[in-house]
């Protein structure tokens, strides 16, 4: 029973559901449809009910963290209080312009989340000085193609010179898209062996390891 | 001496960098000079598609993303906001980023509805955020109702004039996606691949290289390409905002780190020939 449960009967479901969508998008008969259409609802419930466990799952970590006095602990006391604080006043008051939740967002969470992503930008430039080095004709193509990719992408760049913008279009246009084109082809195809492997149940990691 | 300056270029502090790129982002936006505006073509395609829509259509504008971005994804969501309602267009907005996106949708909807006059519900709809994304992309090609049978304020969409007749992507007449992830790629493969929706995107510029490919695939009718297409569309639109005041100072921090890269390079070799 125990093995029907935690083995077969996810396998018939990712089969069963997986299936489905495929009919699905093939065809226009109206009761595959509508319960292909009943499955996404499905997952956007299931899809908020996983956001539920990464709460609770953070709270339980940070609380054996702070126990056991973990290197760092200190940083989880204000982790819970605001992971509290941000939940409990979008449960009591919702998350609508001037609410506690929005403030908290608005004004402390917005400026912090920039800040952080805004340093790259310092710690770019430390690391373009010390380690971009034309070492190789590779890293040289590389060097040059960057420094003109960054200034065609800059209005400084066109007064440089003129023809910059052009020269960082053809790049972005030519060298640039076929290289991404073969990365995205490659990714989805990638994506597709991996999602028959998991509807005919090969691929089984989801399952967990027990 | 020679191989003493070579040694005090490759042990410079990494503080002194610092102060330099703080340097380079201040003073531009202190001292303000004019620049050049040179639109690119996927620019210029964006904004003739968004222009050529029929005045008063039905579009969706996304918040795809997260506020470490704003400064790049920001000011295209307020350029695109301008062009849609100058022509007067009811807007559905929504987000796939819970982190942000629907309270970011929801503040920059209100200023600029003050500054348009628009009223909610009427002339725009907040459908907010839904968990996993791949799912409400899809399920959008069928139904709105029944992934989002609720605003962002808990509204039946039902009750909402403007949403009368609005339940599918085959409603909308173009969607704006304003992102600072992968989510272009499902957007993409989901609502363009499947449904045949017509739509163009602004994304910051570490992702714009890889939707170029869309764009020539006319997949995208459209790209805008970090804060220097947000200038672009700003430019175009006639309204010099936020991209436009900080085009300065990317400039500035451009040459800041060529000049470092070329320094560093010097002080690499010169130091390498000198032993």
């Known amino acids: ?34 319960f292909a259409q009943d499955q996404l609802v499905w997952v956007t419930i299931v899809g908020g009910f996983a956001l539920m466990l990464g709460a609770v799952s953070i709270t339980t970590v940070s ?61 770019i430039a430390s690391a373009a000085y010390r380690a971009f080095r034309a070492r190789t004709i590779e890293a040289t193509i590389l060097l040059i193609t960057a420094t003109i990719v960054m200034l065609g992408r800059v209005p400084m760049g066109r007064i440089i010179f003129s023809y910059l913008p052009q020269v960082t279009d053809w790049i ?18 990638g994506a597709a062996s991996m999602s028959l492997r998991i509807i005919l149940g090969v691929e089984r990691t989801y399952l967990g390891r027990s | ?51 050529s829509i029929p005045d008063g259509s039905t579009v969706m504008l996304t918040f795809d993303y997260y506020p470490s971005t704003l400064a790049e994804t920001e000011p295209m969501s307020i350029a695109a906001l301008k062009h849609l309602w100058r022509k007067n267009m009811k807007i559905v907005t929504m987000s796939t980023v819970g982190l942000g996106g629907p ?14 006059n628009r009223t909610y519900g009427i002339d725009y709809v907040n459908l907010g955020y839904k968990a996993n994304y791949t799912a409400v992309l899809l399920g959008l090609g069928t139904s ?74 006319q997949q995208l009718v459209g790209l805008l390409g970090g804060m220097k297409g947000a200038s672009e569309y700003e430019f175009l639109v006639g309204s010099e905002g936020m991209a436009t005041a900080g085009m300065g100072a990317q400039s500035m921090v451009h040459l800041t780190i060529i000049g470092l890269i070329i320094i560093g390079n010097f002080a690499y070799f010169w130091g390498r020939r000198r032993r």
């Open chain 1, 172 to 189: 972005m246009n030519y060298p640039n898209l076929s290289v991404q084109r073969g990365i995205i082809i490659g990714a989805a195809l």
């Open chain 1, 1 to 34: 029973m125990t093995s029907f449960l935690g083995k077969q009967l996810p396998l018939l479901v990712a089969f069963f559901a997986g299936v489905t969508m495929v009919i699905a998008f093939f065809t226009s008969e109206q009761t595959i449809s509508n």
């Open chain 2, 1 to 51: 001496m020679a191989s003493r300056v070579a040694e005090f270029l490759s042990s410079i502090d990494r503080r002194y960098i610092f102060l330099l790129i703080s340097l380079s982002v201040v003073f531009p936006l202190i001292f303000k000079f004019p620049l050049p505006v040179a639109i690119s073509p996927e620019t210029q395609a964006l904004y003739d598609r968004v222009d």
């Open chain 2, 103 to 116: 309270s970011i949708a929801e503040r920059v909807m209100a200023t600029m509805a003050k500054e348009f």
């Open chain 1, 63 to 123: 609380i054996n963290h702070i126990k056991q006095r973990k290197e760092g602990w200190q940083y989880r006391i204000p982790l819970l209080v605001f992971l509290a604080l941000t939940l409990g006043s979008a449960i009591l008051e919702g998350t609508e312009q001037g609410t506690m939740y929005d403030w908290v967002f608005q004004k402390m969470y917005t400026p912090m989340d920039s800040t952080m992503f805004s340093l790259l930008a310092f710690f």
């Open chain 2, 144 to 217: 709105f109702r029944a992934i989002y049978p609720t605003d962002f304020y808990g509204t039946p969409l039902d009750s909402l004039p403007m949403m009368q007749n609005v339940d599918k992507y085959g409603d909308l007449k173009f969607i704006y996606i304003v992102s600072d992830n992968g989510i272009v790629d499902y957007w993409v493969g989901l609502a363009n691949a499947q449904f045949g929706a017509s739509m163009g995107a602004g994304v910051t510029a570490v992702m714009a290289p890889k939707f170029y490919a869309y764009v020539r695939a």
